[in-house]
């Protein structure tokens, strides 16, 4: 790591549920750890997101979300982020724009602790990503990216639809490829890094080397038998 650097690295982590976040970040840190390196994580909706508690209880009272986690063979039926009911994205606009705000203050934070890299696990774009791409939509979501701070590296972990499914059964197909739809124009827009589908050490590779090349983290090894092609935004 850059002795001339003066605070933490800040790397984010977005993409659909079942695109292997969870266990990307939980390998990143590992390995940062393993090379001497301090690492602090934030959660999103834990540290970020406003009223988390009330729109939890909302979608599983009024939308009646089971909120339940999926795994293979053990299929949720969640209704929140896939119900885009026009008074529920107004809802979530607004909301959204609060989350931001609270991200300021997040990130504020972030880089006056103690630490050498500081893990988001989901950021800004995952709320984004839930609305669906029009001219107004890009315009509302130029607005919240103004007011939330771009992480050093905003990692977004691109995945098939179906694959992702097959992961985390919790939503209908038809809504994780407008997912994913939205997940690709928001790295366009905001200039995120996304990394295509891969295996887990092809994806781990590109995420390494990123660090390497962007941060001056050239202590972390990569897997030269597991090379994916980088995809730039």
């Known amino acids: 790591m850059s002795q001339d650097r003066l605070g933490p690295i800040l790397v984010s982590f977005s993409g659909m549920d079942g695109s292997g976040k969870s266990t990307q970040i939980e390998n990143l840190c590992a390995r940062l750890i393993s090379a001497g390196l301090t690492v602090s994580r934030v959660t999103f909706w834990d540290d970020v997101v406003g009223l988390s508690k009330w729109r939890a209880g909302f979608s599983h009272k009024f939308l009646k979300s089971t909120g339940e986690i999926g795994e293979p063979g053990k299929p949720a039926r969640r209704n929140d982020k896939n119900n885009r009911a ?58 919240a990216l103004h007011i939330a701070p771009k992480p050093d590296i905003a990692f977004v972990l691109d995945a098939e639809p179906e694959a992702a499914r097959e992961r985390k059964p919790e939503y209908p197909i038809d809504f994780l490829h407008k997912y994913r739809a939205s997940y690709l124009a928001l790295s366009k827009l905001a200039g995120l890094r996304l990394v295509p589908p891969g295996s887990l050490e092809q994806v781990q590779n590109v995420i390494t080397q990123e660090l390497n090349q962007r941060c001056g983290l050239d202590s972390l090894p990569r897997n030269s038998a597991a090379e994916l092609p980088a995809v730039s935004t």
């Open 86 to 143: 026009w008074y529920l994205l107004l809802a979530r606009s607004a909301l959204y724009v609060l989350d931001a705000w609270n991200l300021r203050a997040a990130v504020f934070k972030a880089r006056r602790r103690n630490a050498s890299v500081v893990v988001f696990d989901r950021y800004i774009y995952d709320q984004l990503a839930t609305l669906p791409i029009n001219s107004v939509t890009k315009s509302y979501a130029r607005l």
